[in-house]
């Protein structure tokens, strides 16, 4: 229960790496508040931990993540985990496909930081959940990754800005997750390859030295300690969670 106290806003908390996020968290004696745009998987989430709360919004609109954190109420830890990934050639990336990249894996981290930063009450932390995508590059998935990297950078600056004061700014780089945005990912490989699952999945299993895929529970893992006992030198910094990928 070292988190008892501490209250944590999870954006993207219902489903994938942000519930196992939301569970782990409360686990840890946090009180949890998961945030997202479909009400049926957040309520579900919340309605399986303790006292957790979920509110509706999009990490995409100025003024919606300003009312997510006036009905959250002060945050100790915030988690700006909401993402979305798309594939194309670059030579096939459309502007709404571009913005749409921007908006809600690198516009959504910065308002869900500006915000949490601008209410946060004293101590705290702000983590992002980012990508290998950020520190090297993939095929097919250039906007993705811009954004990612752009993630990256956003830490860093911020770090330099929070340093003297009991804040740290992180973000966790997982490689593939086991989570239902890689199932997207297979099914898109296999709907343009014609090839099975298996071959799919090995697709983005090699791109590991460990072969397989990243659990939700190891970002969740890598989040907790950022936010014990010991963790106030980390900050500005990129941890990949990808076996030895970056």
Same mark, same amino acid.
């Not at 995409?60 to 959250?72: G, H, P, R």
């Not at 913005?99 to 949490?116: H, P």
């Not at 209410?119 to 520190?135: E, N, Y």
């Given at each position: ?8 806003? %999870?954006? #993207? ?37 303790? #006292?957790?709360?979920? !509110?509706?919004? +999009?990490?995409? &609109? ?12 002060? *945050? &100790? !830890? ?7 990934? +798309? ?8 502007? &709404?496909?571009? /913005?749409?990249?921007?908006?809600? /894996? ?12 601008? =209410? ?6 702000? !983590?992002? %959940? ?12 250039? $906007?993705?990754?811009?954004? @990612? ?10 770090? =330099?800005?929070?340093? @003297?004061? $009991?804040?740290?700014? /992180?973000?966790? *780089?997982?490689?593939?997750? &086991? ?9 898109? !490989?296999?709907?343009?390859?014609? @090839? +099975? ?17 990243? =659990? ?10 950022? *936010?014990? $006992? ?8 990129? %941890? ?7």
């Amino acid at each position: 229960m070292m988190l008892a106290g501490k209250r944590v806003l %999870i954006t #993207g908390g219902g489903t994938g790496t942000g519930a196992d996020l939301a569970r782990g968290f409360a686990e840890a004696g946090a009180e949890v508040v998961v945030t997202g745009r479909r009400a049926e998987p957040l309520e579900q989430v919340a309605g399986a931990l303790n #006292g957790a709360r979920a !509110i509706i919004a +999009d990490v995409t &609109d100025e003024a919606s993540v300003a009312a997510m954190f006036a009905a959250a109420g002060p *945050c &100790d !830890i915030v988690i700006a985990n909401a993402g979305a990934s +798309d594939s194309a050639p670059l030579g096939r990336v459309t502007m &709404d496909h571009w /913005n749409a990249m921007l908006a809600v /894996n690198l516009t959504g981290t910065f308002l869900t930081f500006r915000e949490g930063l601008r =209410q946060m009450p004293g101590w705290g932390r702000l !983590i992002a %959940i980012a990508s290998t995508a950020g520190l090297k590059g993939y095929g097919y998935v250039a $906007p993705y990754a811009a954004a @990612k990297h752009g993630v990256v950078g956003l830490v860093r600056s911020v770090a =330099q800005e929070v340093a @003297k004061k $009991p804040v740290t700014v /992180n973000a966790l *780089c997982p490689g593939f997750l &086991d989570t239902e945005m890689t199932e997207r990912s297979i099914a898109n !490989i296999m709907a343009k390859t014609g @090839k +099975d699952r298996a071959f799919a999945l090995g697709a983005l299993t090699a791109t590991n030295p460990q072969g397989r895929l990243v =659990q939700p529970a190891e970002v969740t893992a890598a989040a907790l300690w950022l *936010c014990g $006992p010991g963790s106030d030198a980390m900050n500005g910094q990129s %941890i990949a969670i990808a076996g030895g990928e970056v």
